[in-house]
């Protein structure tokens, strides 16, 4: 059951209400859009939300214990905030969505409704369609670590305890030239060696990417610059002059692990697994498969 506060029930209860519906969208670079559909601008909590005619949300299929709630938004590509480029970008993948209910006569008479993420979303002839998924969501994500050879810790981080955003492993650098569909030109690596990147990550820090995140498939010196080749992405949204922070590159093997960064102690993978071709072996004079250490 629902509790409102004094004010908004009461004005519930009045049997004449004047209510509209407000999203704050609050995406992964920390830019948050306001969207109502009253017909003139509502502000409330530093945010303007603004109307949109062609946005319209469906119903919400609630369901039992803890599955997933899930709704759709649906509106048309009139607003600059919401473009094509931002959607293909990813831009909007995971978004946070806080659904308002606001007397638009007072907008300090509000109650917020709900809290959703933003999961599937995509675009046709400029209309996009959200699929909004509720909190619930975050009790499916995995928990625990896989059975594998390799490691599953993300480099730098509270598993791994190496330091990855310091001047060791990392560089702050800005876009000096964009070269083709997945392929920066920065400066700010300095003495790097070709390669140093390679298989590391690229999180931009400002512009219109700000806190995306992505693969290095290789870094390369091309006369005195530093390339990096992303793993495949339209920079449509890349500008000269974003900053970036490059991070160093891990392979994930034990060996890497061991011999190029001492830190073969908070490896979080199996080694020693035995591959599949273990299941095939068969006793002999070399191998007699006794139940003994297979790996000293």
């Not at 599955?67 to 831009?91: K, N, P």
Request: hydrophobic letters at 35%.
């Amino acid at each position: 059951m629902r509790h409102f506060d004094a004010q908004f029930d009461a004005h519930i209860k009045s049997g004449a209400t004047t209510l509209c519906t407000c999203w704050l969208i609050t995406k992964k670079n920390d830019v948050a859009l306001g969207f109502t559909d009253h017909d003139q601008m509502l502000s409330f909590n530093g945010h303007q939300f603004m109307p949109s005619a062609g946005f319209s949300p469906s119903a919400t299929v609630q369901k039992a214990e803890s599955a997933v709630d899930t709704s759709d938004v649906m509106g048309w590509l009139d607003d600059d905030r919401i473009q094509s480029a931002h959607i293909q970008d990813g831009q909007f993948a995971g978004a946070i969505v806080d659904t308002f209910k606001v007397n638009w006569r007072d907008p300090t008479c509000r109650h917020h409704f709900r809290r959703d993420f933003i999961g599937e979303i995509i675009e046709r002839d400029g209309v996009f369609r959200a699929e909004l998924r509720s909190q619930h969501v975050l009790l499916n994500q995995a928990r625990g670590r896989l059975f594998q050879r390799t490691c599953n810790a993300e480099f730098g981080d509270g598993s791994c305890t190496l330091n990855s955003i310091g001047s060791e492993y990392s560089s702050i650098c800005s876009i000096t030239q964009i070269t083709a569909y997945n392929a920066l030109v920065v400066s700010g690596l300095g003495s790097r060696d070709s390669g140093w990147a390679s298989g590391g990550q690229v999180k931009w820090l400002s512009g219109q990417r700000k806190n995306k995140a992505m693969r290095i498939l290789r870094h390369e010196k091309l006369d005195g610059t530093d390339v990096l080749y992303l793993d495949g992405t339209n920079h449509t949204l890349s500008e000269i002059g974003d900053q970036l922070r490059i991070t160093f590159g891990c392979d994930k093997e034990f060996a890497t692990c061991r011999e190029k960064f001492a830190n073969q102690l908070n490896f979080q993978g199996f080694p020693h697994i035995p591959g599949e071709a273990f299941i095939l072996k068969y006793p002999s004079a070399d191998n007699p498969l006794d139940g003994g250490v297979l790996v000293n």
